[in-house]
């Protein structure tokens, strides 16, 4: 199956561990993403990797480091978590050019206790 | 900033269309998106505009941009109680990488 595949699908942890969610993509696509979406839904961008360079990097604590050891791949790496850190992360890949739509994975549901 | 907005919630019977309305702020956007988020599931791409179209068809999905007032639709012929999901517009801008989501329109379908 072609797809964009995020494990694991739940993660439950406490306070002032430290965690990593994994990513993988089968599209042949050369940039990735990681989203975070709220418990309002409201869906913010975090990070982009293109061709395994960071091109974004929004306004995100340090405790959070993505890694993409290449195109296929990238990992969400959390320090430190925090009760506002739990929500849902979305990983996502796309295809440079147009139309350049975003393909999503599942998610993985954090919960921070 | 970029913005995008919709309405939070619509209703409609099964059978009857619906509409779902976003707005948008950035006049560089080069593509408009619509995505629908089912329940412990991720976005799933539904259809796309380029932004020098005013009207894209696919199906029971009717899309119109109204690029003067920045204004973006998607019309659901026909609703079904399987189109009961949260719809997302989207925004980008050619060679940005960046994609602006809406708040979301959560629809729920009336048997």
């Known amino acids: 199956d072609t797809a964009v595949s995020q494990t694991p699908k739940y993660l439950v942890t406490q306070m002032g561990n430290d965690k990593s969610i994994k990513c993988e993509q089968n599209?042949?696509?050369?940039?990735m993403y990681w989203y975070k979406q709220d418990s309002k839904k409201f869906l913010k961008i975090m990070f982009s990797?293109?061709?395994?360079?960071?091109?974004i990097n929004e306004t995100v604590p340090n405790r959070f480091s993505p890694k993409s050891p290449d195109k296929a791949h990238l990992n969400l790496h959390i320090n430190s978590l925090e009760l506002g850190d739990s929500a849902v992360y979305f990983c996502?890949?796309?295809?440079?050019?147009?139309?350049?739509?975003?393909?999503f994975g599942n998610g993985t549901r954090l919960t921070v206790t | 900033g970029e913005d995008v907005e919709q309405s939070l919630f619509l209703s409609v019977r099964e059978g009857d269309s619906s509409v779902i309305n976003c707005t948008y702020t950035?006049?560089?956007?080069?593509?408009l998106y619509w995505y629908k988020q089912e329940p412990g599931a991720g976005l799933q791409l539904l259809t796309y505009?380029?932004?020098?179209?005013d009207m894209k068809q696919d199906q029971r999905l009717t899309v119109l941009l109204n690029k003067k007032d920045k204004h973006l639709s998607l019309r659901i012929a026909d609703t079904q109680t399987g189109d009961s999901a949260i719809y997302f517009c989207a925004e980008s801008t050619s060679g940005t990488y960046k994609y602006i989501f809406g708040t979301g329109t959560r629809l729920k379908v009336l048997a």
């Open positions: 599209l042949g696509h050369d940039t």
């Open positions: 505009i380029f932004s020098n179209m």
């Open positions: 950035d006049s560089s956007s080069t593509y």
């Open positions: 990797y293109n061709n395994k360079e960071l091109i």
């Open positions: 996502a890949s796309s295809q440079s050019g147009l139309p350049g739509a975003l393909h």
